[in-house]
């Protein structure tokens, strides 16, 4: 099956600052999702981009299926992006999708 | 909007004990996915089905089995309760369309199970 990495594992950022996380994908898909995981374990759609780019506010995100990477972008952070976010990739049938183990984010004052 | 809901949020069993936990999405999705959270493991999918009567295994199937009798409900079982199953259980829904262009899961809020 496919092999899903994302880096960083941990990143810590002032209130303000831009990041930048990175998706690595082992094969071909046709299902790149992006997730923010809150406090409360809940986990939220931030993009479904199984190439090129969108944008959503202060985030965006863009997959090179290509070169099989996504980036997730976060510009002026703020404390509530703090969580763990994932990427989630898949291709074939039924959906199913590989998750990374995600990339802990901590945004301080 | 699609809502996914899961029946507990926090439930505590002693081991050896017969465990359900019930998914419910109100979507009409034809797939539904049962996945287990661990630390430092991300999610790992437990079984999936894409039809009523229908499953298929995911990759750690072993000590649990599924039950789909109706489309918008989805069913994760624990035959025998074993600490080593103490674990965040998350469900979520997606809808099959065709030909594969959108494929989007949707999660519900997660079961946080201890097995004492």
């Known amino acids: 099956g496919i092999q899903v990495e994302q880096s960083p594992p941990d990143l810590i950022l002032q209130e303000g600052a831009n990041s930048t996380l990175r998706c690595n994908f082992s094969d071909s898909v046709n299902n790149l999702q992006w997730f923010h995981q809150n406090p409360w374990g809940q986990l939220i759609n931030l993009f479904y981009?199984?190439?090129g780019t969108k944008q959503n506010g202060r985030l965006s995100a863009t997959t090179v299926a290509t070169e099989r990477y996504s980036l997730l972008y976060i510009s002026s952070s703020q404390t509530t992006d703090s969580g763990v976010y994932f990427c989630?990739?898949?291709?074939?049938?039924?959906?199913?999708?590989?998750f990374g183990t995600g990339t802990k984010l901590q945004v301080i004052p | 909007d699609v809502k996914v809901t899961q029946s507990s949020r926090y439930l505590v069993k002693r081991t050896g004990e017969k465990v359900f936990l019930e998914c419910v999405q109100d979507?009409?999705?034809?797939?539904m996915f049962w996945y287990r959270q661990d630390p430092g493991l991300g999610l790992r999918l437990i079984y999936f089905s894409y039809d009523v009567k229908m499953k298929e295994k995911g990759d750690i199937p072993e000590g649990y089995s599924v039950s789909r009798e109706k489309k918008e409900r989805f069913s994760l079982i624990l035959e025998s309760a074993s600490t080593n199953q103490t674990s965040m259980y998350l469900c979520?829904?997606?809808?099959?369309?065709?030909?594969?262009?959108?494929?989007?899961?949707?999660f519900g809020p997660g079961t946080r199970l201890t097995v004492l």
């Open positions: 989630a990739a898949g291709a074939g049938g039924y959906q199913k999708v590989t």
């Open positions: 979507m009409d999705h034809e797939n």
């Open positions: 981009i199984p190439s």
């Open positions: 979520a829904s997606s809808l099959v369309e065709r030909p594969i262009s959108y494929n989007e899961q949707f």
